[in-house]
């Protein structure tokens, strides 16, 4: 996921959105079978991913809810920083990975 283009959302990024109800989240998007819901790494096949994917910073965007969509904001676009490329890695914690 090093040099991946992240102007908008999609895989290989980091995406803080904001939430109808003013929640901050950000998740990481990584590919079709990476996973760690405490980490906030969600796969590229996901319901939320896909709904995020080609958006750029300032978007409005449907996303999935408990009572079917709601509106987010995006406030960040970024690369996916280097203790969640270690974890792509094989690194089960990224906290103890060489980030160096």
Request: proline share 4%; with cysteine.
């Amino acid at each position: 996921f090093e040099g991946f283009a992240a102007e908008v959302a999609g895989m290989g990024t980091h995406v803080v959105f904001q939430r109808a109800d003013g929640a901050t989240e950000e998740r990481f998007v990584l590919g079709e079978w990476d996973t760690d819901e405490q980490l906030g790494i969600i796969s590229c096949k996901t319901t939320l991913a896909q709904a995020l994917a080609g958006h750029g910073k300032g978007e409005a965007v449907q996303i999935p809810a408990a009572s079917g969509t709601e509106t987010c904001r995006i406030l960040s676009i970024g690369p996916v920083p280097a203790k969640i490329i270690e974890w792509a890695r094989g690194h089960s914690d990224p906290a103890q990975a060489n980030t160096d």
